[in-house]
């Protein structure tokens, strides 16, 4: 047993609450900079413009990935596009369903590797390094389209966010590079902003 002594008090640690406290700091370390990585990435800095090769291979990707293979990707041209398509997600429970069933299964699975107050704190940790960013990132991006939209730029961020905290979470279950969580950040690494699917169309802006 670990033993901590100070003027007040005398108790033991149980040696297998040290090894596993000791097991989880690589993985909180691996978090760690897997979220100063995200701060710097290129975050909305493509939205609208047309969809090249390689991200609309990592839509069909991200899609394949959710059971979602009829669904085509589609371009938004503008903020007055996007926010329509924001709007009509209330309408489409397809892709919410399929990413809610997925982020269950995730969270349960890394609460077999690390704690629950382990995972909190990373995950808490990652709102807090990038929050700002993201909020800065959208806001340039609205600024140069001469955009005033605050309800659409919080949901960009929290959207993001989200897609964040997901890919932690197959980053600490060891999930592979085509999982879905991570497809769909890579989207956001490539700009853009992937909203969500209406109908049998993932709206990409």
Known sequence: MGRYIDDDADFEIPEA???????????????????????????????????????????????????????????????????????????????????????????????????????????????????????IAIRDAATFWEVDDEGLMDAAVGDALRTVHSAALALITGEAYDHPFRRKLSLFAHGRWPIGVAGMTLNLF
């Not at 969809?51 to 899609?63: G, P, W």
């Open 17 to 135: 609450d040290i090894l596993a406290l000791e097991g989880e700091i690589p993985i909180l370390a691996g978090l760690r900079s897997f979220a100063q990585e995200a701060v710097n990435l290129p975050w909305f800095s493509r939205i609208s413009r047309p969809i090249d090769k390689e991200t609309r291979a990592l839509a069909r990707s991200y899609l394949d990935g959710l059971g979602l293979p009829d669904v085509e990707v589609a371009r938004l041209r503008d903020w007055d596009e996007a926010r329509d398509a924001a709007l009509s997600l209330d309408m489409d429970t397809l892709q919410w369903e399929a990413e809610e069933g997925l982020r269950a299964h995730l969270a349960a699975e890394a609460l077999t590797i690390i704690s629950e107050e382990a995972l909190t704190i990373a995950l808490t940790h990652i709102s807090s390094l990038l929050g700002e960013p993201l909020g």
